[in-house]
């Protein structure tokens, strides 16, 4: 659903949009931008949260992961 927003964009933006913009309308430049750049969020923050999981990562739990890799693996195939 698209709602009527206003927002002011800087001119030298603007000015880098027009140049980009290809063939499509100003706004459906402007959307898609803004997509790629909620898209970039999104993954920024899933990058840091992999970052804090395995910071707390030992060495020694390696034997563990072996184990549940293995039981994932039967549990899988059904035995």
Known sequence: MRQAKTFTISAEILSKIASTKGVTSTIARVNELQKRALDLERRERLELE??????????????ERHAYQKASKEALSGG
């Open 50 to 63: 992999a970052a804090e999981f395995f910071s707390n990562y030992k060495a020694d739990a390696v034997p």
